[in-house]
């Protein structure tokens, strides 16, 4: 017990490495606050009402404002209800039966095509600054959207035009494809799976599937401090003296393992509130948030025990400290990148994908991910097993690791 | 008390030790010389029971080590060459931290070895500040922390000004009067003299010389250590 409490004290007397645990899960949950909150909220739980003043009247945006309201994407965020003049628009404001009016003035699809600056005007009370900020952020990422592929559409018809294509059937074309764009741009959401979130930035963003990545990848990168200290332990005459201490490989073992444990499941405990905040959101804003504490718990434990046991692994497999670290960190870079902590796994190639999916690093992250947002039984433990199956591998492996240096020594 | 038969141990496929033999008897001590490389460190590691040989046996009072070195060990203290301390924890952490004594015994312990070799203003230290004389003699502490029966030190002075290499030689000198057999490494015989009953000198893994000090003496013409050291060498080669 004393030399386990003395590994712990020594895991920890690194002042850099103890502000790196403090810091970053509060640069986390920062990151949660200011970004990722208002995204959840936006996808799950805040709901409001948006009046459409459309002066333009152009095919396009009225194919937009009809998709708008018929969306079937956006109906748990919003409800669009067309206006036919801005002084109707504003008395809805007023009287709060809508949080919103978004003023398209006449000749904006033109001044568009005609590559001239364009302007939506947005009207709302300070009570809904947050409503009007996310409609704002939402519509200047479409408009960037629309005007851009509306460009490349008009190039397409004037191509079509110089091959001595009829000019209506030219228009035609591009009135479709602009139809078929908006359709496509406003269904992302079908495309992507309904657990996507809308962000503030008008895209998808799963913000499940990167507050899991962070937390994992941060689980990962706290095997670096278990690698050096298990490899100096090793390459040094500490194992050696531990051996006549009476502080044999299996109790080194031990403790190192558990002190390792500990470390990691420090970086990854903020996740607990996090989890019970989201329970928590979810339930006041009306969210469906199907959070499980305990599994939570559970899944930090084992990832915990996994990446101690895999920085154990590669200190005693690798005969020197510096190629253990250097080992250590490139891993841990592969399984973000594979594993689609740092690139979305769908961006990735096949074959990194399908590697990816057999890493700790991923495995981890999709079951922290069920745990807090979307909790099945039967999935979770897909991946809880996963898990566990890397620990049956890696944890003798460790060992035989160990003890072979001991032998060797 | 300590005996070793055709001790032979390999790195791959080079040989570093060539059958060594020899015995000690209780209260008696041994001074291990020879040039880098001639096996030294490692002889010491299997002695301490440390590391295991690919051929021959160590006993102790007739036990042979191997599934009886975990109990063996409990009498053994061991300072290898290179400093085996957690730089950082404080002197006084590494000493409850390695010692097998029960809390409140470790710490007595720890207070009374560090008082034996001028340690105690450096109990609150961390061992990472410290310097290369000082750890040595920590490292020394270390390995007497469970008054062992064998002592087995490589190159404990290395490092420790003149008036500390007094105080461990005084202590060593006590703890043979006291019985503890010693076995002792060193480039230099002359700092050892004082306290080794016996002398062994490796060259290449080989013994090229295993008998008591006077006789080791008498290699040199004049009775000076470093030379009957060079002359026991020049003769093996």
Redesign the interface.
């Known amino acids: 017990m004393?030399?386990m409490l003395?590994d712990l004290?020594?895991m920890f007397?690194?002042k850099a490495l103890v502000i790196m645990l403090l810091i970053s899960p509060l640069a986390v949950i920062m990151m949660f606050s200011v970004i990722f909150a208002p995204m959840l909220y936006t996808a799950k739980g805040l709901h409001f009402k948006l009046a459409v003043c459309d002066e333009d009247g152009s095919a396009p945006v009225r194919e937009f404002i009809n998709q708008l309201v018929n969306s079937q994407a956006l109906a748990e965020l919003v409800a669009v209800y067309p206006v036919p003049t801005t002084d109707l628009g504003r008395q809805l404001v007023e009287s709060n039966d809508v949080s919103i009016l978004v003023h398209i003035p006449e000749g904006l699809f033109e001044d568009m095509r005609a590559g001239k600056p364009v302007e939506i005007t947005i009207f709302s009370k300070s009570a809904h600054a947050l409503e009007a900020e996310l409609i704002t952020m939402t519509l200047e990422s479409s408009l960037y959207a629309v005007g851009k592929a509306q460009n490349l559409m008009e190039s397409a018809k004037d191509f079509l035009v110089k091959k001595d294509i009829a000019s209506e059937a030219a228009e035609e074309f591009l009135s479709e494809a602009t139809k078929k764009a908006i359709s496509e741009y406003m269904e992302r959401r079908e495309i992507l799976g309904k657990s996507g979130t809308v962000s503030p930035m008008g895209e998808y963003m799963p913000v499940e599937y990167y507050l899991s990545a962070v937390f994992s990848l941060f689980a990962a990168l706290a095997m670096l401090p278990v690698i050096h200290y298990t490899a100096a332990d090793c390459s040094?005459?500490?194992l050696?003296?531990g051996?006549?201490?009476?502080?044999?490989s299996l109790r080194f073992y031990i403790v190192r393992l558990v002190s390792g444990m500990l470390l990691v499941f420090l970086v990854q405990v903020m996740l607990f509130p996090s989890s019970l905040l989201l329970g928590a959101a979810g339930s006041l804003l009306g969210g469906s948030y199907s959070t499980r504490p305990a599994a939570t718990i559970a899944v930090m434990l084992l990832s915990s025990l996994c990446f101690s046991s895999l920085a154990i692994v590669i200190s005693t497999w690798i005969p020197a400290e510096r190629p253990a670290l250097w080992t250590g960190f490139f891993l841990v870079l592969f399984m973000a990148v594979a594993g689609g902590a740092l690139i979305p796994a769908g961006a990735l190639p096949l074959w990194a994908e399908t590697i990816g999916k057999w890493l700790p690093l991923r495995i981890s992250m999709r079951a922290l991910s069920l745990s807090l947002f979307n909790y099945n039984r039967g999935l979770f433990m897909r991946e809880a097993l996963r898990l566990a199956a890397f620990c049956v591998v890696l944890l003798p492996a460790g060992f035989l690791g160990l003890h072979g240096r001991g032998?060797?020594? | 008390m300590l005996s070793a038969e055709g001790i032979v141990r390999r790195y791959g496929s080079t040989a570093v030790l060539h059958g060594i033999t020899f015995s000690l008897e209780q209260g008696e001590s041994l001074g291990l010389f020879g040039p880098n490389g001639s096996g030294k460190s490692t002889l010491l590691?299997i002695l301490?029971?440390?590391?295991?040989p690919d051929g021959g046996t160590v006993r102790m009072d007739g036990i042979k080590a191997g599934s009886y070195a975990?109990k063996l060990?409990?009498h053994?203290?061991?300072a290898?060459?290179?400093?085996?301390l957690?730089e950082?924890?404080t002197v006084r952490?590494n000493l409850?931290?390695?010692?097998?004594l029960p809390?409140r015994e470790?710490g007595r312990k720890a207070l009374e070895t560090a008082s034996s070799l001028n340690l105690t203003d450096l109990l609150g230290k961390r061992v990472g500040a410290l310097s290369g004389g000082m750890k040595r003699r920590v490292n020394l502490a270390?390995a007497l922390?469970?008054d062992p029966e064998l002592l087995v030190l490589d190159e404990p002075f290395a490092g420790v000004d003149a008036e500390h290499t007094d105080c461990m030689l005084e202590l060593l000198i006590e703890k043979k009067r006291l019985g503890v057999t010693q076995i002792l490494s060193g480039h230099s015989p002359e700092a050892l003299l004082p306290l080794i009953s016996r002398v062994m000198v490796l060259s290449a893994g080989r013994t090229v010389f295993f008998g008591d000090t006077a006789s080791f003496l008498d290699q040199a013409e004049d009775g000076n250590a470093g030379r009957a050291l060079k002359k026991v060498l020049g003769s093996a080669k």
Do not use: H, T
């Open positions: 004393r030399f003395y004290k020594r007397s690194g040094g005459a500490i050696r003296r051996l006549v201490c009476g502080q044999g032998r060797g020594a | 590691d301490a029971l440390a590391a295991r975990a060990r409990r053994i203290g061991y290898p060459q290179e400093i085996a957690f950082e924890l952490e409850l931290c390695w010692s097998r809390s470790a270390v922390l469970s």
